[in-house]
């Protein structure tokens, strides 16, 4: 069709897909510079010291990623400290940052010249076909327990349409254990539709409430003397004790206090129960229904955690503090150590928002404020890649268009992994030739990569 619905004739769109494909490595050498930057962040823990619990959730934070993005680019920047030929590719943009992202999950210092051989011949796709066919083979030779940490997870992941998904990566006799109980309880349940979904929240629910829906909760018994909760300045640095003797400091009996089960004992001097009361909650249960209701979220800048919700006094409720819902607000489990233990601290203004400050009194901001740059980003970028001879053609693939022979491919990265291993293992005198592995014959003259000659 030479005239297709935008006007334009076949030689402006050929044009303009050159146009695109020399912003695309332009952006790559780019991502290279970002990656840098982001691995030098978070090994010297910038992120830490803005109040985040990784460099992912601070580019989450501070660049409005999503955690999924956030995690790779993070996991690539760092793989990148240990692949120099990958890395300098990159930055050169002869290989795309999918392509790199894709070889980072398996190339290894010994592996990475083949991998990247591999990149230049053929195309995304097939790069990303390459790299789950190589972790298949090396996860079946060399498994080990750090394999599972890995591999075997849960993901939560909310969907555009509302509904939720949750996808468990298990061994297979694990998942096979899991599936048979869900087939049974959802064939023994009276409700006359067969679901498994429904026999999964089942079984958590009686996980959750045990045997008696009016089951108490697992509870923590944490002694406190009562001046510890009471003074602020107080500095003993053993404030409280657990049931089996291990010691807290006065900070972190006061964020266990902040929403928790209260029992007052009273003890002489050799430590004997004289009196005690009643539990009572600090924050009644629809107390922080409403909190939580109100909040959704931990209101710490940039956290947006929804589990593992505290309810947190502004002003704690042993110093005076009121226990209401303009007095407490929801922080994870995660943040609120900082408001105890790391010196931040929270307040409330005259309309309920409340604003954090960190240890040195500066305000933790809850949102970023614009940056002053004038110059485009797009100059910027192409100033910055002046120097690398970007053209439309600097990572284009140079795959002949035959299908690429995967398994040879794959015999090569296992081999040159293989030989490494041997030559860290035996000396010179002792390693075996080439010849001895009958599978090198198949390895093209030079050590070019089989790769080339699909």
């Not at 030929?85 to 290894?108: F, G, H, N, P, Q």
């Not at 679901?195 to 929240?201: E, G, K, M, T």
């Not at 809850?366 to 485009?376: G, L, Y």
Request: charge should be negative.
């Amino acid at each position: 069709m030479d005239a297709p619905r935008t006007g334009l004739s076949r030689d402006e769109l050929a044009d303009l897909g050159e146009q695109i494909a020399e912003h695309a490595s332009h952006i790559d050498a780019a991502t290279h510079r970002l990656l840098a930057d982001i691995r030098t962040f978070d090994n010297a823990g910038g992120w830490s010291k803005q109040g985040a619990r990784s460099a992912a959730e601070w580019l989450s934070w501070r660049l409005g990623w999503s955690g999924n993005r956030a995690r790779e680019h993070v996991r690539v920047a760092n793989a990148l400290g240990n692949l120099p030929r990958i890395d300098d590719a990159l930055r050169r943009a002869e290989v795309s940052y999918c392509k790199v992202r894709a070889m980072t999950r398996v190339a290894t210092p010994e592996t990475e010249e083949l991998l990247l051989e591999d990149a230049k011949h053929c195309t995304g796709i097939q790069l990303e076909e390459i790299c789950r066919k190589y972790a298949a083979v090396r996860r079946g030779l060399t498994p080990t327990p750090e394999d599972d940490k890995d591999r075997r997870r849960i993901i939560k992941r909310d969907l555009d349409d509302g509904m939720v998904s949750i996808q468990a990566m298990l061994h297979p006799e694990e998942a096979e254990l899991i599936w048979t109980v869900l087939t049974r309880i959802a064939r023994e349940r009276d409700a006359g539709q067969f679901s498994r979904v429904d026999a999964l929240v089942e079984i958590v629910d009686q996980v959750a409430r045990g045997t008696s829906p009016d089951r108490a909760p697992t509870e923590i018994v944490v002694t406190v003397p009562l001046e510890v909760l009471t003074d602020p300045h107080a500095v003993q640095l053993v404030g409280a004790t657990t049931r089996d003797g291990s010691c807290l400091s006065a900070e972190t009996a006061r964020r266990l206090a902040c929403d928790c089960g209260v029992v007052s004992m009273v003890e002489d001097a050799d430590g004997n129960c004289r009196s005690i009361s009643r539990k009572t909650r600090t924050l009644s249960a629809a107390l922080k229904r409403a909190m939580l209701q109100r909040d959704k979220t931990c209101r710490f800048p940039g956290c947006g955690n929804k589990v593992f919700l505290d309810g947190h006094h502004a002003v704690h409720w042993a110093h005076g503090g009121e226990t209401s819902l303009a007095n407490v607000l929801a922080i994870c489990s995660f943040h609120h150590r900082f408001m105890h233990e790391y010196g931040y601290r929270v307040e409330m203004d005259e309309h309920q928002q409340p604003r954090f400050f960190d240890p040195q009194s500066r305000v933790v901001p809850a949102v970023i404020e614009p940056s002053t740059r004038e110059e485009a980003g797009l100059r910027m970028i192409e100033r910055a890649n002046a120097g690398l001879a970007i053209t439309p053609a600097t990572a284009f693939p140079r795959w002949d268009g035959n299908e690429p022979n995967y398994d040879w491919i794959v015999q090569d990265l296992c081999r040159a992994e293989r030989r490494a291993n041997v030559s860290a293992e035996t000396s010179d005198s002792v390693r075996p030739s080439p010849a001895a592995d009958p599978s090198e014959d198949r390895a093209s003259p030079q050590g070019t990569h089989d790769c080339i000659h699909w």
